[in-house]
């Protein structure tokens, strides 16, 4: 089997690492980076829990190969802050109680930072657009949707 | 009036911790991505395991040859049910049957016969999960395709297809009777008859069942996976032979349990291949294999026979239940009982006749799932009372009034209702929080509004004689430990017991580290389900922390020269009562605690109130410690030329008797109700002869952002219920009554009923042709 050595930034730490060619980018992330923050909820780009930030761009990482991340840039929830300094996603996810089990939040948070980046200013009909890719079973979203709110560039907010 | 009611807003004191809104102890490590999962677990020299599942619904298995896979370099073991030591456990049920001695079997992998397609048959360990999964593809299994049977009323039939060795494919027959139905109806001015069909549900929590198994140091069998039950370790134990303190199960901080969790799902197939392999195995399931093998929700269809008389007073109540288990027992018996306790829904009525029954089919089978049987009924028995108050012309709201339970009334069962019943409070407030109907701004658009009303229990079965223990000690610097075996599925079950702890012992919650979910290690605190765990184990762990308060205020007494009786514990001090500004530090009351020898923890052992097994043939006596109260409201937009429906606004009132933590409790009836929706509008498993047809979330919908309404939700608090600090359990009641109230709202919008679930375009433009 043909293998490819590949050099990605994760979460800024430049990492190179021996892929297989049809290797999805969530199993190098999870078994061979540890990066397990990513989940694997189906494998087949329904759930959105495994969403990354490929030089930016939210992808589900199940759906991407992992030859395609070479020389880009790949951000987790991770990547994004940490206790000692937050994302206001985070902080606004945590405050909001918009997280219970947790298990979509790496990729929910990712597909807001996707979507405040491009939208800094989105309305609740867009946020929930943007995470519509996104499965949640135990919250209902609306948590979810206040807390990106919340994260949001304060003043604005309509339906 | 003992009961008080106070609404959503109410102030808090700021000394107080339980009662206000704050962040879970969990949350951080979540948003963080430090929190691991089942599947986040690896071991150096780590096997990945594999189950060969049955390609069949029914067949006979003529012969196994495992030779190929045997062969196949890097394969370390494969199983077959001839190589687990016992490969049938049996679970009694007590006397719940008509049809001879009923056992409930669990069998680990086929055995001569298969039951279902997706049956575990063979199990594979091997070096990498490549290898493994292309060893199950070489192991050869002879089958004799059977006709099996796939209709549970095909399957009561005595001539049909026996499901499994048993003469007859029925598992399980109760009866309720109370008054006589014939005088009853007989007394009915207006009687309402209807067929209702549910479908099975899937779970579809996002983590998939994972786990990771190793024999420790002191050679015990130790698996680490996402489990709502940790206590199945004495059944693992079992199934190899050994005695139960060598078998260890560590749970996980789970993705998602809603029941689907509740049964054993990896951890029986992990301990036999680590035991075989003596090295750490993983396995997880792929989400196809997650939706093909684990319980549904019991598909049921449900006869009613409802009548009143003209002024509105229910007088009596049919019901003809019939659920399909699928192929094997599991939890069946007991979803049934609930059913039938709950047939009546929380209404008086004089005359009722309740007969139900559940059949083996050869589906996927059927087991817990959040609602445990209620959802089912009561989507029967609120349909019949908008029917009801159509035919008598009396809104839905006002027919409902007339016959709610109340407090000192009896049940279905004859159980007298001890506690405060929240109605008709919730379905007023449900019902006027949706406001005026909104106005269509299109003509084929039209809106209609419907309620549903529940009362569904918290707490496993009195019988059951249910029990929790908790373990509550002081650190010297004056933090808290608590240490309780709750199983942790996302709905905060660990975080609410930090939150009693620091509520008596004075500390914040950042004060209280928990530790849950280890046979070995915390007190057993039985499972996560029937909505039990707040209830439960909220009550051993304010009962240990009050012991530990005891103590440290008695040392304090000594210290302030003041009577415990005068003394409180706030913000990590020890203060008197009327003069705040004397105290002593918490750290400070430890020490002298240490120094003089007091034990500074506690383990308590919470006892749920216990009765005696009732009485099946009549169904009458107490089943149930407690019920929580509530209704749904709904507002949907249904457009009669594509049969598309929008909800437009979802309400859930409930008495949750007290919110510990008010944000969580708004995330549980959030959750529950968009579940509750899901199950109204989107959810169906399909099965075509055993073979299921929806084994992805592309066929399988479950609700995305875009589908969903803000639930709005009202919390009333009566502190009568019987969890600590008067609070009830709502996890699971928050879903029930969902379904009803969005099906009445497409009634009340369009003026045809639909009877079985789901409520897709499909079945409304249909029921619309035939008007």
Redesign the interface.
């Known amino acids: 089997m043909k293998t490819y050595s590949i050099h990605l930034l994760l979460n800024g730490n430049p990492v190179r690492v021996d892929v297989a060619a049809q290797e999805t980018l969530l199993d190098t992330l999870r078994n061979k980076l540890?990066a397990?923050?990513v989940?694997?909820?189906?494998?087949?780009g329904?759930?959105g829990?495994c969403a990354v930030l490929l030089d930016g761009k939210a992808v589900n990482s199940c759906l991407t190969l992992a030859v395609q991340a070479d020389g880009k840039d790949v951000t987790?929830?991770?990547g994004l802050?940490?206790?000692e300094n937050?994302h206001p996603l985070?902080?606004s996810?945590?405050?909001n109680?918009a997280?219970?089990?947790?298990?979509?939040?790496?990729g929910m948070?990712i597909s807001a930072k996707s979507l405040l980046d491009e939208n800094p200013k989105p309305s609740r009909e867009q946020?929930?657009?943007a995470?519509?890719?996104?499965?949640?079973?135990?919250?209902?979203?609306?948590?979810?949707?206040e807390a990106i709110s919340d994260a949001a560039p304060k003043g604005q907010l309509s339906d | 009036m003992s009961e008080k009611l106070r609404d959503e807003n109410k102030s808090h004191s700021d000394d107080h911790v339980v009662g206000k809104?704050f962040?879970?102890c969990?949350?951080?490590d979540?948003?963080?991505?430090?929190?691991?999962?089942a599947?986040?677990y690896?071991l150096p020299g780590m096997l990945y395991g594999k189950v060969l599942r049955s390609e069949y619904a029914a067949a006979e298995i003529l012969s196994i040859d495992p030779k190929k896979a045997e062969k196949l370099s890097g394969v370390r073991a494969v199983m077959t049910a001839k190589d687990i030591p016992h490969n049938e456990t049996i679970t009694r049920f007590g006397q719940t049957h008509t049809v001879g001695g009923f056992e409930g079997l669990y069998r680990i992998l086929a055995d001569k016969k298969v039951r279902f397609m997706g049956e575990g048959v063979a199990l594979v360990a091997a070096d990498t999960q490549a290898i493994a999964d292309e060893a199950v593809k070489l192991i050869q299994v002879n089958y004799k395709p059977l006709a099996g049977v796939f209709d549970p009323i095909e399957a009561l039939k005595p001539e049909a297809y026996k499901v499994g060795e048993e003469t007859s494919n029925l598992v399980c027959y109760y009866k309720v009777r109370q008054g006589n139905i014939k005088e009853g109806f007989a007394s009915s001015d207006v009687i309402v008859e209807n067929t209702y069909r549910v479908p099975a549900q899937d779970?579809?929590?996002?983590?998939?069942e994972a786990g990771l198994a190793w024999i420790d140091d002191d050679g015990v069998v130790t698996i680490q996976v996402c489990t709502q039950v940790i206590e199945h370790f004495r059944e693992i134990a079992e199934v190899l032979g050994l005695p139960y303190n060598k078998v260890r199960v560590k749970g996980t901080?789970?993705?998602?349990g809603?029941g689907g969790k509740e049964d054993i799902t990896v951890e029986t197939y992990l301990a036999l291949l680590t035991w075989k392999t003596k090295k750490p195995v993983k396995l997880?399931y792929?989400?196809e294999e997650s939706i093909i093998c684990h319980g549904k929700r019991h598909p049921y269809v449900m006869k009613y026979k409802t009548g009143a008389t003209r002024d509105g007073k229910l007088m009596a109540l049919e019901a003809k239940l019939l659920s399909d288990a699928g192929a094997y027992v599991y939890l069946s018996p007991w979803v049934l009982l609930y059913s039938t306790v709950g047939a009546a829904g929380p209404y008086k009525i004089p005359h009722i006749k309740i007969d139900a029954r559940t059949v083996l089919t050869n589906n996927t089978f059927s087991s817990a799932f959040r609602g445990f049987g209620v959802p089912q009924v009561c989507f029967a028995y609120e349909s019949q009372m908008d029917e009801l108050a159509g035919r008598l012309n009396l809104s839905p709201l006002e027919l409902r009034r007339r016959n709610y339970l109340k407090k000192g009334d009896a049940t279905a069962t004859g159980y007298v209702l001890e506690h405060y019943a929240a109605f008709p409070e919730t379905a007023e407030k449900a019902l006027a929080a949706l406001g005026e109907k909104s106005k269509s701004k299109n003509p084929a658009v039209k809106i209609g509004q419907g309620i549903g009303s529940s009362m569904t229990s918290y707490g496993r079965m009195v019988f059951l004689h249910d029990t929790s223990r908790s373990y509550v000690g002081m650190e010297m610097d004056g933090g808290v430990t608590v240490r309780c075996g709750v199983q942790d599925?996302?709905?905060?079950q660990a975080s609410s017991l930090t939150q009693i702890a620091a509520e008596v012992l004075g500390v914040s919650m950042d004060d209280v580290r928990v530790y849950v979910a280890d046979t070995a290690l915390t007190p057993i605190a039985g499972t996560t389900t029937a909505t039990r765990q707040l209830y439960m184990s909220g009550n051993a762990t304010s009962m240990a922390a009050q012991e530990v308060r005891k103590r440290l205020l008695e040392k304090a007494g000594e210290i302030l020269q003041s009577k415990p009786e005068g003394l409180e514990l706030r913000n990590r001090k020890v203060r008197m009562k009327e003069d705040p500004e004397r105290s002593v530090s918490l750290k400070n009351v430890v020490k002298a605690c240490a120094s003089a020898g007091i034990p500074l923890f506690h383990i308590a052992q919470f006892n749920a109130p216990s009765r005696e097994l009732v009485d099946f043939k009549k169904g009458q006596g107490q089943v149930f410690p407690d019920f929580a109260f509530g209704t749904h409201a709904a507002e949907v937009a249904v457009d009669v030329e594509t049969g598309k429906i929008g909800v437009l606004k979802l309400v859930a009132c409930f008495d949750v008797g007290k919110a510990i933590n008010p944000?969580?409790v708004?995330?549980q009836l959030?959750?529950?109700?968009?579940?509750g929706m899901g199950y109204a509008l989107l959810e169906d498993v399909i099965l075509e002869k055993g073979m299921t047809r929806t084994p992805?979330?592309?066929e399988y919908l479950?609700?995305?952002?875009?589908d969903?309404a803000?639930?709005r939700c009202i919390l009333l608090e009566s502190e009568d219920g019987i969890g600590p600090f008067g609070a009830k359990g709502v996890g699971e009641p928050s879903l029930v009554s969902a379904a009803p109230a969005l099906v009445n709202a497409v009634k009340d919008a369009v003026g045809t009923r639909i009877f079985d679930l789901p409520l897709t375009p499909e079945k409304i433009l249909n029921a619309q042709k035939k008007r």
């Open positions: 540890w397990t923050e989940k694997n909820g189906c494998g087949k329904d759930c829990c987790t929830l991770k802050g940490n206790e937050p985070q902080e996810f945590i405050q109680g997280i219970q089990c947790g298990f979509c939040t790496p948070i946020i929930r657009e995470i519509s890719g996104n499965l949640c079973r135990c919250t209902g979203y609306k948590k979810i949707i | 809104p962040p879970r969990d949350a951080k979540k948003a963080f991505g430090n929190t691991k999962y599947d986040d690896f779970h579809a929590y996002i983590e998939p901080w789970i993705g998602g809603f997880v792929s989400r599925l996302g709905g905060g944000q969580a708004e995330g959030e959750g529950g109700t968009i579940q992805s979330f592309s479950i609700p995305t952002a875009l969903v803000d639930v």
